[in-house]
């Protein structure tokens, strides 16, 4: 915990916790977070020494919640990310990300020869295969998707 | 229990349900060589879209739906009517649902079959989608081999040819992995099988995905030889040189085991010399032959 006072507490917000060194930027991504967010400030501590992972990245985003679809995309690139929700300086809820077994519409499917990528009234959707390494499987066309892929694909 | 259901994948046939197929099939030859009329599915109406062409599974499909009784409505041009008009294939299948008992669909994209089923309260035959799944040429490849040898366990399957785009090699590929058999893979560099279906192959699966074609001839007993098509090569004269390495010959045929059989799922070009025609090892024509009463068994089975 000591190591993540480096970074200014938040009054009222989300705190994502636990992301895999490097990701951090991709979250924000995720989120839609850039130069155009006027709505609400964000700290970003990257590489941040830990005592769990050894190094992480941690987002704290000042009056912002997060919708479930983005949760689960967090959770296809940061398996391990915890969230916690702060109200007036104290978490009022924790939680860790957890990786649905059935992932819908958040992921575009890589082949593009499948049929969930023309004009048809279906989303997109994939079952977990494997969380380490990641491996989801499109459950129209069958094709396996990688981190690579889906991280391309988000 | 086949009744009712939706064939998309291979993996929507169970062990003991492949079983029932083969016996029902066996049946179904028997009514066909005693030239007996069947009018098990008397009053019943097959749809069929092709949005791609095809020859062997239309009339395939076609022919077992009359054979048992029943009738075809189909689409001659699939392609140049709904989507001309860009009717999704989930609104095709709603409208068609209501014209017919069964619906069988040949689509260029993946999945295509799999959407169709979500989308129709009747069952839904996938008859090859794209580089993707052809379960019915999979099941007839099957019975093939138990019809030809006795039996699929214990046998080494030697595919050889387009083995990156052909679907029925794919296919065909997951569904020996219910077997206890030996596979070896041999294809030119840009031909190889994708990543995509050996990474869904079991670990302890007995595949030799780099296999040299002379010492795999030997202990073959199924040699599945697909079509190389002209098409997918830039260079022509490697296509040459491709035709020339792949082909199989009498000289071939001489090098594999007395007992062994040569299958295809045609059309062949070049790749099988009409000179092996003759050869009592080759299964070609007699496996297009069992596409008939092999579809007549899952057609009776689902409508039943």
Request: overall charge neutral.
């Amino acid at each position: 915990m000591e190591q993540t006072l480096k970074i200014s507490k938040i009054k009222d917000g989300t705190v994502i916790d636990h992301i895999a060194a490097g990701k951090a930027l991709k979250v924000l991504s995720i989120l839609k977070i850039d130069e155009k967010s006027n709505n609400y400030s964000v700290s970003i501590g990257i590489r941040v020494p830990s005592s769990k992972m050894s190094y992480k990245d941690v987002i704290k985003i000042e009056n912002r919640n997060l919708e479930k679809f983005e949760v689960d995309k967090i959770s296809l690139i940061a398996p391990d990310a915890s969230i916690s929700i702060v109200k007036d300086y104290e978490v009022t809820q924790k939680y860790t990300v957890e990786l649905p077994a059935r992932i819908v519409g958040i992921v575009k499917c890589h082949n593009a020869n499948c049929i969930t990528n023309v004009k048809e009234p279906v989303s997109s959707e994939f079952t977990l295969v494997s969380k380490k390494p990641l491996v989801i499987r499109c459950n129209f066309c069958e094709r396996n998707m990688s981190e690579r892929e889906i991280l391309g694909s988000l | 229990m086949l009744k009712n259901r939706s064939i998309v994948s291979i993996d929507d046939v169970s062990q003991s349900e492949l079983e029932d197929i083969f016996k029902k099939a066996d049946e179904m030859s028997e009514h066909l060589k005693q030239g007996k009329p069947l009018k098990i599915l008397d009053g019943k109406i097959m749809a069929t879209f092709f949005y791609e062409p095809s020859t062997r599974t239309r009339l395939s499909f076609e022919s077992s739906m009359n054979r048992l009784g029943g009738s075809v409505i189909s689409v001659s041009e699939a392609k140049s009517s709904s989507v001309a008009k860009g009717e999704t294939l989930a609104d095709t299948v709603r409208m068609a649902e209501g014209y017919s008992d069964i619906i069988v669909i040949r689509h260029p994209m993946e999945g295509a079959a799999k959407l169709a089923a979500r989308f129709s309260s009747k069952p839904i035959i996938n008859a090859g989608d794209g580089s993707g799944q052809h379960p019915t040429q999979t099941i007839m490849d099957l019975y093939t081999i138990r019809k030809e040898l006795g039996g699929i366990n214990g046998k080494t399957i030697t595919m050889v040819g387009d083995l990156r785009y052909g679907r029925t090699v794919h296919s065909l590929l997951l569904a020996l992995t219910n077997y206890d058999v030996k596979v070896n893979l041999i294809s030119p560099e840009i031909l190889k099988i994708p990543d995509h279906i050996i990474s869904r192959l079991p670990k302890d699966f007995n595949v030799n995905v780099s296999a040299d074609f002379d010492n795999a001839l030997e202990e073959t007993d199924v040699l599945y030889v697909t079509r190389i098509q002209k098409e997918r090569f830039t260079d022509q004269n490697e296509y040459l040189s491709v035709i020339g390495s792949y082909s199989i010959t009498p000289e071939t045929v001489e090098k594999m085991k007395e007992k062994s059989i040569i299958m295809h799922p045609l059309p062949r070009i070049d790749e099988i010399s009409p000179d092996v025609d003759t050869s009592p090892n080759a299964a070609y024509f007699r496996q297009a032959s069992n596409g008939v009463p092999v579809r007549m068994a899952l057609i009776s089975m689902i409508l039943g």
